[in-house]
């Protein structure tokens, strides 16, 4: 059993939040883990850039992501990711939509590419 604690994750300024998602599908090479589960705790930007003309951009990306990999038969806590400690694990924000709320919707963990996968 893992008893590695995160720092606690906290927004920096005004144009930082923080956005947990829960149940997250965890993939092994290209397969779901059906007893495998996880939670995510995503730290993402919000950017908006003027100019006298109006709007010139509007950005928003994933910063960081802590992520707990869990056992769902036993609640066991297998593994712990911080995207800002552990190198390896890259954040790939998908399909940002700009047309409503923003803000991480769903996520999934792919172990084969150790990458974290943030949709919009």
């Known amino acids: 059993m893992i008893q590695q604690k995160f720092k606690t994750m906290k927004s920096n300024g005004l144009d ?3 956005t947990l998602i829960e149940d997250v599908p965890v993939f092994f090479y290209d397969t779901h883990e059906c007893n495998i589960g996880a939670t995510v705790s995503i730290r993402w930007r919000f950017d908006l850039e003027l100019r006298e003309y109006g709007v010139k951009s509007i950005n928003a990306y994933t910063v960081q992501a802590q992520v707990e990999i869990i056992n769902l038969d036993t609640l066991e806590v297998i593994e712990v990711i911080d995207t800002n400690e552990f190198d390896g694990w890259t954040l790939e924000d998908e399909d940002i939509n700009l047309n409503h709320s923003i803000c991480p919707t769903n996520c999934s963990i792919d172990y084969k ?5 943030i949709d919009w």
Do not use: G, K, L, P
């Open 113 to 117: 590419d150790s990458s974290i996968i």
């Open 16 to 18: 930082e939040f923080v």
